[in-house]
Each structure stands twice: as structure tokens, then as C-alpha cells.
């Protein structure tokens, strides 16, 4: 092998958030318009505006969303088996929601009745709004410790219920996640429209801007004084094959901080995430949209990358048996397994990334309410 175990377990970790973060602005930005469509679209030609923005990109962007999942489960077995078995329920609430998003976009149009049309608009909203608003309440509920434990044969046990899944601070991190989608999505429904549309996303940019990093920063206080936060007081062999339960952890207050003492040029992630934010508040107010949406990426990388680095090298700590937390080190697939998964990144996703801006280069420029009328019989 070209690295070594312990190499090759955190260039997954690494891997792994880069597919979130690719999910979060790939896929995030057209859930954020479908959640911002029955309130920036005041009738029926605006909505079909407003969805064939993203109507060219929305399906292929679903190659991130299925990436994840799929790298989730080949690199941490362990992890996927766990968690979604823990959040069964709020796991089937996004498959639902998801559902609305293929029968919305292809059929929302088919019938020229507004009661029809009216329905998909809010069936759209439901597959923008609710996967990032359970997304942030499952990470906001990993900061917290998920209430797991093994048994002797290492089949994992959780023992909390989807209600408690929905505790005060998980539900800051979920308000946090819908924030920022909705407001990389009002960045790019701004860029890619003109009149009143674009001024109304333009508004919704600058309040769910705004929203998102206050919601950060009241978690990130939050978190450095509240009562959470885990670390490992054993010695660990990272070269090790995967055994939760080989280690000590220990609940202490603060740790997630920890990281960023001991590494200081880890607080450039958050640091990120407000220079992000703030630059792409200021660049969609002056209008300079697409410079605006780059901003809002970056963004997105520090929200995302702060609660890893802050968690590292915990994926998926215990509140009720700290020991069995799941760790970078320990929840892992074998070293040829990873292996392999690193040699197909390397190979297809500069594919995936050159189709993308492919079709995105193909399919640039404004939709009107012209290109709509034009197109009555084969839009969205």
C-alpha cells in the first residue's frame, strides 16, 4: 500500500468531510432555492422560473448525497451501522422528504391546474427544508453524545427515542444547517435570475446570512460552556485493527476546544466560516452574485469543517458508555478495504468534478420569464 493504516484512516476522515462539504454546496444550493420557492415566487411563471434554475443539475447533484452514504459505509462500517440504527426514524423523515423532490420537478408542471402546481411548489419545499434542518439536528446531537453501547459480540444498542433526538441545542444546529442552505441557495437563485426575483433572493440571502452566523456563533458559545464534549484517556494504537472498546474516554466539559490549543492553526476553519459568511453577505448586497456563491462555499467548509475539527478524532461519541465511543482510530474498514476506496477516488472523482463544471458551463446564464414562455412544453 502507498500509505500506512494509520495514514490511510485519516485521509478517510478527510475524505469523508470533503464529500460532505461537497454534498452541502452541490446538492445544498438547489434544496436551498426549493426551500425558498413558494416565497420568492409570487406566481405560477415565477415558481417555473425559480425551479429551472436548478432543474438541469438538481439529479446529477444527488451523486454527492449517494457518495457520502456510500464512502460512510465502506470507510467506517461501524459508524453507518451505528448511526443508522440510532437515527432510524430521522434517516426514513429525510427519504420521505426526498421523495417529494423527482415526482415535484418532473410532474409539478405537467397539469396546467393551480392547485396541482401549488401542492409540488410545497412538496419542493418539504425536499429542500427538512434533510438539512435533520442533518444539523443529527450533528448537533453528535456534539452532545449519542446515548449507544456495544455488547460482547459488538452489535451496537441505542437506547434514546427520535423525541430525544430533538433537544434544545441539536435543534440550534439544525436551525444553523437550514440557515446556511437556504442561504447558499438565495446566492445562486440570485445569480441565476433577474427583476424581482433576483432582489427578493437577494433579501432572503442577507436575513438567512445573517441568521446562519448568529446561529454559529450562539452554538460555538454554547459549546464552550456548556457540558459536553469527550476525550480519549488512554493510550491508542492507531495502527490497530478496529475495536471500539479497546480505550478510555471520559466526559469532559470543553473538550471539543481542545483541538484548537493544541493546534492553533486549526482555528483557520472557523475563522473561515465568518470570513465566508460575511464576504458573501457583502458581494450578493453589491450584487456581485457569482463571487457572492464562491464566498458562501467557503462558508459552508468552515461551518462543516469546524464541528470535525472540533470532535477529531471522535466521529461519533457515547454519552452513555463513553468507552465505546466511535473513533477515527477504531471504526474504520481494513487497510486493503481503504485502500482500494482511495484508488477509485483518485480515479473518479476528477471525473465527477469535470462533468459537473461541464454541465454547469453548458447551462449557464439567466432564466427569464421569456426563456420560460418559450419553453412552455419542455421546462420545468
Known amino acids: 500500500m502507498i500509505f500506512d493504516y494509520p495514514t490511510f484512516k485519516i485521509i478517510w476522515w478527510l475524505l469523508v468531510g470533503v464529500l460532505l462539504v461537497g454534498f452541502a454546496i452541490m446538492d445544498g444550493h438547489d434544496m436551498g432555492v426549493g426551500t425558498l420557492l413558494p416565497f420568492v415566487g409570487r406566481n405560477d411563471e415565477e ?85 438539512p434542518l435533520i442533518f444539523g439536528v443529527a450533528f448537533g446531537n453528535l456534539l452532545q453524545g449519542v446515548p449507544f453501547h456495544f455488547d460482547d459480540t459488538l452489535v451496537s444498542h ?39 426575483i433576483q432582489r427578493r433572493a437577494t433579501t432572503a440571502a442577507l436575513i438567512f446570512g445573517v441568521l446562519m452566523l448568529t446561529g454559529f456563533s450562539a452554538a460555538g458559545l454554547w459549546i464552550a460552556n456548556g457540558s459536553f464534549g469527550y476525550a480519549i484517556t488512554s493510550v491508542v494504537d492507531t495502527a490497530a485493527l478496529p475495536n471500539p472498546l479497546a ?13 484548537y490549543t493544541t493546534a492553533p492553526l486549526t482555528m483557520l476553519v472557523p475563522a473561515l466560516a465568518y ?19 464562491v464566498a458562501s462555499s467557503f462558508a459552508i467548509v468552515g461551518v462543516i469543517g ?4 472540533s470532535m477529531f478524532p471522535f466521529v461519533m461519541p457515547s454519552s452513555t458508555v ?14 486493503r478495504t481503504l485502500g482500494i476506496m482511495f484508488w477509485a477516488t483518485v480515479i473518479f472523482m476528477p471525473i465527477i468534478v469535470a462533468y459537473t463544471s461541464w454541465a454547469y458551463s453548458v447551462m449557464a446564464g439567466k432564466v427569464t420569464a421569456a426563456y420560460i414562455r418559450e419553453n412552455e412544453h419542455s421546462a420545468y
Open 322 to 335: 463513553p468507552g465505546a465511543s466511535l473513533t477515527v482510530w477504531d471504526a474504520v474498514s481494513s487497510h
Open 47 to 131: 415558481r417555473r422560473v425559480i425551479i429551472n434554475t436548478v432543474g438541469p443539475h438538481w439529479d446529477g447533484n444527488q451523486v454527492w448525497f449517494i457518495t457520502g452514504g456510500g464512502a460512510i459505509f465502506a470507510a467506517w462500517p461501524i459508524v453507518y451501522a451505528t448511526a443508522f440504527s440510532g437515527f432510524y426514524w430521522a434517516m426514513l423523515a429525510v427519504l420521505w422528504a426526498l421523495f417529494f423532490r423527482p415526482v415535484g420537478f418532473d410532474y409539478r408542471s405537467k397539469i396546467h391546474n393551480a392547485t396541482w402546481r401549488s401542492t409540488w411548489d410545497w412538496g419542493l419545499f418539504i425536499g429542500g427544508a427538512v434533510p
Open 306 to 309: 469546524t464541528a470535525g475539527v
Open 247 to 259: 480505550k478510555m474516554v471520559e466526559l469532559q466539559p470543553g473538550a471539543w476546544l481542545a483541538n
Open 275 to 293: 470570513a465566508g459568511g460575511i464576504a458573501a453577505l457583502l458581494l450578493v448586497w453589491k450584487g456581485r452574485t457569482l463571487t457572492a456563491f
Open 158 to 196: 441505542y437506547t434514546g427515542s427520535f423525541w430525544g433526538l430533538l433537544n434544545p441545542f441539536a435543534l440550534l444546529a439544525g436551525v444553523v444547517s437550514t440557515a446556511m442552505i437556504t442561504f447558499h441557495g438565495a446566492i445562486y437563485l440570485a445569480h441565476r435570475t433577474e427583476g424581482d
